[in-house]
């Protein structure tokens, strides 16, 4: 088992910066991580991952040139680096982690979710 905790959301205006942390516990963690996020009446989306060596990311177009990926592995943790925030970002932010290897932008294909994160950006 996997347990995963998010840190770091808050409340931001809008140009302001965010760093949030997963920290992974339970078993030696060594695989992809991602990170999603849920607007209120929205489905849950992909925003980016990682994988195990940090060597490789992925984000959605909508936040590239914004949001950086990167992992700790001697702290299993994980962080997402948001910077130029829009009201538009404003959501619950998921960590979530895979039993296999690889990038992956379903979220069916994750195996472990944390409990999220509020994010909330102001105009």
């Known amino acids: 088992q996997v347990q995963l905790v998010e840190s770091g959301g808050g409340l931001v205006q809008a140009g302001g910066s965010l760093r949030l942390s997963c920290a992974a516990s339970?078993?030696?963690?060594?695989?992809?991580m991602g990170w999603f996020r849920q607007a209120p009446g929205k489905d849950r989306e992909f925003v980016a991952a990682?994988?195990?060596?940090?060597?490789?990311?992925y984000y959605t177009d909508s936040v590239k040139g914004r949001f950086t990926i990167s992992r700790d592995n001697a702290k299993n943790t994980v962080y997402l680096q948001m910077n130029s925030l829009k009201p538009e970002d404003t959501a619950v932010y998921y960590c979530?982690?895979?039993?296999?290897?690889?990038?992956?932008?379903?979220?069916?294909?994750?195996?472990?979710w944390g409990q999220g994160t509020q994010v909330t950006v102001s105009s």
């Open positions: 979530a982690a895979r039993l296999a290897s690889g990038l992956r932008y379903r979220s069916d294909e994750y195996d472990y």
């Open positions: 339970g078993r030696t963690f060594s695989n992809a």
């Open positions: 990682i994988n195990w060596s940090g060597g490789n990311t």
